[in-house]
Structure formats: C-alpha cells, structure tokens
C-alpha cells in the first residue's frame, strides 16, 4: 500500500488525528507525511480540522477526511420511474428526484428525459456545478459494460442500443458509470460488508421488479451476451400469467413487490407487510405461496453455484421477518441458512436480508460512481 493511501486509511480509522501523532505511532518521516497531506488537502480529499492539544510549542493541527470531497449523482432507472439522487463522497444522501417513464417512450425522449432528470437534481441540491464529480446509472434491461451502451428492456420496446455512457459524458463533462442496476447493487453491498471480492457472492433484488447478480470466482458474471441475472423473468409456470417480455409464468409476475400489492390490492409494500402481520388471510396467501416458490428457487440456485452467501435486497426486504419465519415453518432441508454460525459449521449459503432503507437500487450506482472518483484521485475506497 503507497503512503498516501495508507495516510488516509489512518485519518478514516481515527476521524482525526494531527501529522505528529500519525509520524509517530507507524514511524513515517514527518516531512512525508506533511508532504502527502499536503497533496491530500490540495486534492480535497482531506481538510484541517480543530487545533489539537498541545505539550508545549506550535499546536498541532487534526487532519479529517473531508465529508463533502466531491458530490455523485446516482440514477436509477427501474420499470416505470427514473429515480436521480445526489450523495456526497462519504454516501451520504442530499437530494433526490423522480419522473414517471412513459412506456411508449422512444431512444430520443428517453434520453433528454434522463439528461434533464440529472440537471433537476443537481439544481435542486443546492450543490455547486463544479463540485458534482460523477455520475452513476443503473439499468435495469441490458446494459454492454465494455462500450457503455444500454441495449434495453424488455417493457420499455422502443428503447433499445443508445450510446448513453457517451452522450451523459458529453452532456454534463463528468465521468460517468454505467452499470446493470443489480450488479451495482452487489458491488455496494460486498463493499459496504466488507465481503472480499473472492467470495462467491449472490444479490437477489426483489422491487417493483426482480432481478439478480451474481459474483463468481472474483468477477461479476455477465453471462455470453450480457442478459445474465434475469432472475425475475425465470418461468414457474409455462402456462401462467402474461409476462411484458413475451413469456409466460415469469416469477416477476408473481412476486414482485408491485404483483404482490395487486394481489392483495393494497397501495404499498408497507401496508402487505402491516396487514400479513394483523392477520388478513388473503394477504397471508398471497405472501406465503410466493415465498414458497421464492425459497425453492433459492434454494436451487444455492447448490447450484455453491454461494457463501446470497443477499436479498430490494422492497422485499421489509418482509425479512415474516420470510424468515416462514422458511422456518417449512419441513424442508435448505441448503441455506440464514445463521451465519451455522453456514460456516455447514458449508452452506448464508442468506442475509439487507433492509436498510437506503440500500435501494439507487444506491448501488453512486457507490459505483463514488469509488471511481476516489480512484481517480490515488484512493481505494469502496471496494
Ligand atoms: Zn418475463
């Protein structure tokens, strides 16, 4: 590890400690250590904190990471809305914005919907232009990660191979990421859980739609021709419910967060949730027969790729407790647990639920946009 990124490490690990202290306790040279926090502070990516308490002579100044580094748009683009929210360097959330998708809408629209989604947000942020560093797409459909352009989905047919990595570049002269919305989702939460990117590791997303992504053997696997990971679009049942990709029985149609509300005919997730819990039996229905066959997937997928450990995230993360307990009541060996204890004594998957709120599929893209800003300026951050 090069000293600049070792130094900043320190600044993390201790939220602020003088140039003095840090020479001292890891026996660097002062006058390197002034030197690359000076280069840092230039950079922006730390600042000059309170005067620290002194023995005696000059007082010594407290380096701290500087919260507000750089700001990141991140945007997602799921089924029916296009969500645009800014962050700090830190991830931490400014503002955000949203506009309805209109399902007729053609390559042209779609994208001067997104550029002036992108410009709201960053105006209402109060943030200034020149402070914005990157911005971050998730997509749900096809995304190609080697050319930047977004081949499409399947419920927005008129939308299909625009060169949009290029055209935000051009637009808004920032770095921009492109990525499958579900893969960046997975990138975040193996960095954000400190998972090493070795581990076998799995993201089920269960929203307004479902999808999935799968780390396998240190790279995300992207399948021959982008399109791994539709794990909504897995068929239970070939002569099921109409499905907008053209197939029938999709999973999606059954259990997504939007599906299951229409079943029940209530107005949001959190109301499935309230109303499973005070006992309405036809919600309980509802839930119980997706869970059933959400749990068999899992389940197959788990001994077919040998995960260490499969994250489910998305709205559907609200239902972890009433999930949990379902599984539980099941007369079933899985080859999961959601015990990590037991995972390591068995060799099996591990199933984490990851219901903090702002875990969405928005979050995902400004990891991603944030830790290639860091990586920009000689940091790793994120990974
Ligand atoms: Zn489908």
Redesign the pocket.
């Known amino acids: 590890m090069d000293l600049r990124q070792f130094i900043y490490n320190k600044i993390r690990e201790y939220n602020r400690i003088s140039r003095s202290e840090l020479a001292k306790k890891y026996k660097l040279r002062q006058a390197s250590v002034t030197e690359v926090s000076r280069e840092m502070i230039r950079d922006g990516i730390i600042v000059e904190g309170d005067v620290a308490a002194s023995t005696g002579g000059r007082k010594p100044v407290f380096l701290e990471v500087n919260g507000e580094a750089f700001f990141v748009v991140a945007v997602e683009v799921s089924k029916s809305f296009m969500t645009a929210k800014v962050y700090t360097s830190e991830m931490k959330s400014v503002y955000s914005c949203q506009c309805e998708i209109d399902a007729a809408i053609d390559n042209d629209s779609f994208s001067r919907q997104l550029i002036s989604l992108i410009n709201d947000v960053m105006y209402d942020s109060d943030v200034p232009r020149q402070n914005f560093a990157a911005i971050g797409v998730g997509m749900s459909g096809t995304v190609d990660n080697d050319t930047g352009i977004f081949k499409g989905v399947?419920n927005l047919q008129n939308v299909y191979n625009i060169d949009l990595k290029r055209e935000l570049e051009k637009n808004f002269g920032l770095l921009v990421v492109l990525e499958h919305d579900v893969a960046a989702i997975l990138t975040a939460e193996c960095a954000f859980r400190g998972i090493p990117s070795n581990d076998n590791t799995g993201v089920i997303f269960i929203d307004e739609g479902i999808g999935s992504a799968f780390n396998l053997n240190g790279a995300i696997y992207r399948g021959s021709y982008n399109g791994a990971g539709e794990f909504?679009?897995v068929s239970i049942d070939h002569d099921g419910r109409e499905?907008?990709?053209g197939?029938k029985g999709?999973l999606?149609q059954y259990a997504s967060t939007a599906n299951l509300c229409k079943d029940a005919k209530v107005k949001s997730f959190d109301e499935f949730v309230n109303e499973y819990s005070s006992g309405n039996k036809q919600v309980i229905e509802i839930f119980d027969n997706s869970a059933k066959v959400i749990l068999s997937i899992i389940d197959n997928v788990c001994s077919l790729l040998d995960l260490k450990k499969l994250i489910i995230c998305g709205e559907f993360a609200k239902a972890d407790d009433i999930f949990r307990e379902f599984a539980g009541k099941q007369d079933f060996k899985y080859r999961f647990s959601f015990n990590s204890a037991e995972c390591e004594a068995k060799n099996s998957t591990e199933i984490i639920f990851s219901n903090d709120a702002e875990r969405s599929g928005i979050y995902g893209p400004g990891v991603l946009a944030a830790r290639e800003t860091f990586t920009q300026l000689g940091i790793e951050r994120y990974v």
């Open positions: 399947p909504g679009h499905c907008y990709c197939r999709c999606e």
